[in-house]
């Protein structure tokens, strides 16, 4: 694979080869549909590269190894969908306590508990945001084709290393099972980010001490000659465990700062036909590929309409969607759950212009000619 330029692959097959292109040289994981391709694959590609595969007992396991092995160094990920993530929870906490990168790929499938294994979803948004107890730090980005997971992959990776935070791959099972032409670009051809180390020894035995005005530590993988003590519990600069509540604060208020302070970097969407629509449509990964083809029927049809697509789902792109309600006389959200990313975007707009949910969550896909509809309806 590392020898060709282009290949047909799956989303799910994009996903591995990005990884593989990012520096990923450890997956754990558990087999679970839609996200199996990711495992297999896996499991293939990383010995051609001097990578470990590990299949843990169950989804917990997953998520421990993925931890342990980036503490080691490595850049490590894992892949699961719905009920496989609810088990991660636990672990995707510790690892934004203790500030340990990693990427973890959610492809989305119907639900609740075991739900409909095969059928395409988006319900698991707030679940990305608050799924794990605690104010927490998390990045979620949401892929729309192969190719964008295939770069997204890379990204969920650069992001993780530069904030030192778990980061998620919200992708559905639209996208992980299409199958698209990639262009598999070498690494030497994009920006790979690896997280900082310590040089100096002594630095290193203080994993969560910081200059003034630092809000990223640095560091130093175990196993390299340094001794230091990470944990889950709230910890001072050398990693223990305090129950200072100033202590606390300052390292709470720096984790969610690391990423609050960063939005302009973090935060990526798409804008498409919105420079003199009267209506947008608000959609995220696959769902959005029907939207596409509905705008091009409604414009055909004298309705002013556009789209605005959410690419960093966490954080949420606040300012630019406050914006445009302040352009467009409507907003449709179209998703495929019950309206968790509508209320969102609701709370943001504030009032500004009407919002109207347009979702299914019966396991099928919205199709162009009902985001059409929907379009008609609100531009009576």
Request: charged share 25%; net charge negative; glycine share 10%.
């Amino acid at each position: 694979m590392a020898e060709k330029r282009f290949a047909l692959l799956q989303g799910n097959e994009a996903c591995v080869e990005g990884a593989i292109a990012a520096g990923m040289r450890f997956f754990s994981g558990y087999p679970i549909t839609p996200s199996t391709e990711i495992a297999e694959n896996s499991a293939l590609r990383l010995p051609q590269v001097g990578g470990k595969f590990i299949q843990m007992e169950d989804e917990l396991g997953g998520m421990a190894a993925a931890i342990g092995a980036s503490v080691a160094g490595v850049k490590a990920m894992t892949a699961t969908s719905g009920p496989g993530f609810s088990l991660k929870q636990e672990n995707i906490g510790y690892a934004s306590a203790a500030e340990i990168p990693c990427v973890i790929v959610n492809v989305q499938r119907s639900g609740p508990s075991t739900g409909l294994p095969t059928s395409p979803s988006q319900a698991d948004v707030m679940q990305a945001r608050w799924g794990t107890h605690g104010d927490h730090p998390i990045i979620a980005i949401s892929p729309s084709g192969v190719q964008e997971t295939y770069d997204l992959t890379v990204r969920a990776f650069n992001l993780a290393e530069k904030y030192r935070t778990p980061v998620i791959l919200l992708m559905d099972e639209i996208v992980g099972h299409l199958r698209e032409g990639v262009e598999l670009r070498p690494a030497e051809e994009m920006e790979i980010i690896n997280r900082e180390v310590w040089d100096d020894p002594e630095r290193a035995r203080h994993p969560y001490r910081m200059d003034e005005g630092q809000l990223v530590p640095k560091m130093t993988p175990f196993g390299e000659g340094v001794g230091y003590n990470i944990t889950g519990l709230s910890h001072d600069g050398e990693g223990f465990p305090t129950n200072s509540n100033e202590v606390t604060n300052a390292a709470m208020r720096r984790m969610l700062d690391k990423i609050e302070k960063n939005l302009g970097d973090i935060v990526t969407y798409e804008e498409l036909m919105l420079d003199d629509a009267e209506v947008a449509v608000i959609s995220f990964g696959g769902a959005a590929r029907s939207v596409m083809g509905a705008l091009d029927k409604a414009r055909e049809m004298g309705i002013k309409a556009g789209m605005f697509r959410p690419i960093t789902i966490w954080p949420f792109p606040e300012k630019q969607v406050r914006e445009l309600a302040e352009k467009v006389r409507h907003i449709i959200v179209a998703e495929l759950n019950d309206g968790q990313l509508t209320l969102e975007v609701e709370r943001v707009v504030g009032g500004r212009c009407p919002v109207s949910h347009l979702g299914k969550i019966d396991g099928t896909v919205l199709k162009p000619d009902e985001i059409l509809e929907k379009l008609k309806e609100v531009s009576k």
